[in-house]
């Protein structure tokens, strides 16, 4: 491929990335909005961690 090919392809691509990361970040606003976490979920519950500190 001659290099204006090249550099194309690169802008192109460098272009669908950055529409990637923005649908991506919208995506996580609309999802914490509704109440969603996101992670993993913790190993024990509030009860079991005031039952170890409580004794």
Same mark, same amino acid.
């Given at each position: 491929?001659?290099?204006?090919?090249k550099l194309m392809?690169? =802008?192109v691509g460098k272009m669908d990335c950055g529409?990637?990361?923005?649908?991506?970040q919208v995506g996580h606003i @609309? =999802?914490?909005a509704?109440?969603?976490t996101f992670g993993r979920p913790p190993k024990t519950t509030v009860?079991?961690? @005031?039952?170890m500190i409580h004794g």
């Amino acid at each position: 491929m001659a290099p204006p090919g090249k550099l194309m392809l690169a =802008v192109v691509g460098k272009m669908d990335c950055g529409l990637l990361v923005e649908r991506i970040q919208v995506g996580h606003i @609309q =999802v914490k909005a509704r109440g969603k976490t996101f992670g993993r979920p913790p190993k024990t519950t509030v009860a079991r961690c @005031q039952a170890m500190i409580h004794g």
